[in-house]
């Protein structure tokens, strides 16, 4: 049961993470270029749940196919 708890958790944080990057690509139709948008995600909070949230995903899948 816990694993599954981690898991839609890990599942959450990839999507929050996923729909905040979409939510910010209006940044480049005010004027941004792709390389200032990749810079602005990657020091936003929000890639980092997408990090967070595949390596747990990662972790829970590679315990269970011991």
């Known amino acids: 049961m816990f694993k599954w708890i981690i898991y839609i958790i890990s599942i959450f944080l990839i999507s929050i993470g996923i729909s905040f990057?979409?939510?910010n690509l209006n940044?480049?139709?005010i004027g941004y270029t792709f390389f200032e948008y990749?810079?602005?995600i990657i020091s936003n909070l929000y890639f980092y749940?997408?990090?967070i949230g595949i390596i747990?995903?990662?972790l829970i899948l590679r315990k269970?196919?011991?």
Do not use: D, P, Q
């Open 64 to 66: 269970g196919k011991k």
């Open 38 to 40: 990749v810079k602005f």
């Open 49 to 51: 749940y997408i990090i």
């Open 27 to 29: 940044l480049l139709t």
């Open 21 to 23: 990057i979409i939510i």
């Open 56 to 58: 747990i995903l990662y």
